[in-house]
Nanobody, 116 residues
């Protein structure tokens, strides 16, 4: 079955960095674009980054553009989100997402807290 497992979240000070990972299994990873979303308390889930199936095309929400970088390693079935210059407003649960022919799939998320 399809599984997406996020990791790498934690507590970081403003201006710091974190690298999130999402390990995928149960489907042909290299065939599909992947996305990172986040959801802050009492807010809707927000699409923040997308990467094409072979990594040639990426896109970002304005809120993270220039600070976050999405990448993937198809040999490891893993998508990454490098987050730099973190701000308190980046505090959220971060989820990876795969939109497959059979439907959309989500991981359980990883908490990122940006606070001094």
């Amino acid at each position: 079955q399809v599984q997406l497992v996020e990791s790498g979240g934690g507590l970081v000070q403003p201006g710091g960095s974190l690298r999130l990972s999402c390990a995928a299994s149960g489907f042909t990873f290299s065939n599909y674009a992947m996305r990172w979303y986040r959801q802050a308390p009492e807010k809707e889930r927000e699409l923040i980054a997308r990467i094409s199936s072979i990594g040639g095309n990426t896109g970002y929400a304005d809120s993270v553009k220039g600070r976050f970088t999405i990448s993937r390693d198809n040999a490891k079935n893993t998508v990454y989100l490098q987050m730099n210059s973190l701000k308190p407003e980046d505090t959220a649960v971060y989820y990876c997402n795969a939109q497959l022919n059979s439907g959309g799939y989500w991981g359980r998320g990883t908490q990122v807290t940006v606070s001094s």
